[in-house]
């Protein structure tokens, strides 16, 4: 069955940078377009950003553009959630999902596997 591993999570102080990683099993990851999302206590999950299927494009929720960068690398079946200049409200944890379809997808509804999350807490 499909697996998603988030690593990398941890405490840094703002203005710092941490690099997330999810490594995926179980699937053609080529094929697969691939998002982050993060959750704060009693918040809900919202889109961080994503990277298209076919292209790689990536996009960004405003929140974290200029400051997030995604990538992904096929032959480790592995997606990267490169974090710069984090401040305190980037403190949550964070998910990587997938879902195979073409588009730009922000909605946590329209992935179809989830990671199990990685906290990232980011102090003033």
């Known amino acids: 069955q499909v697996q998603l591993v988030e690593s990398g999570g941890g405490l840094v102080q703002a203005g710092g940078s941490l690099r997330l990683s999810c490594a995926a099993s179980?699937?053609?990851?080529?094929?697969?377009?691939m998002g982050w999302f993060r959750q704060a206590p009693g918040s809900e999950r919202e889109f961080v950003g994503g990277?298209?299927?076919?292209?790689?494009?990536?996009y960004y929720a405003d929140s974290v553009k200029g400051r997030f960068t995604l990538s992904r690398d096929n032959a480790k079946n592995t997606v990267y959630l490169q974090m710069d200049s984090l401040k305190p409200e980037d403190t949550a944890v964070y998910f990587c999902?997938?879902?195979?379809?073409?588009?730009?997808?922000?909605?946590?509804?329209?992935?179809?596997?989830w990671g199990q999350g990685t906290q990232v807490t980011v102090s003033s």
């Open positions: 990277i298209k299927v076919s292209t790689y494009t990536t």
């Open positions: 999902a997938t879902h195979p379809r073409r588009g730009v997808l922000r909605s946590p509804d329209e992935y179809d596997y």
């Open positions: 179980g699937l053609t990851f080529s094929n697969f377009a």
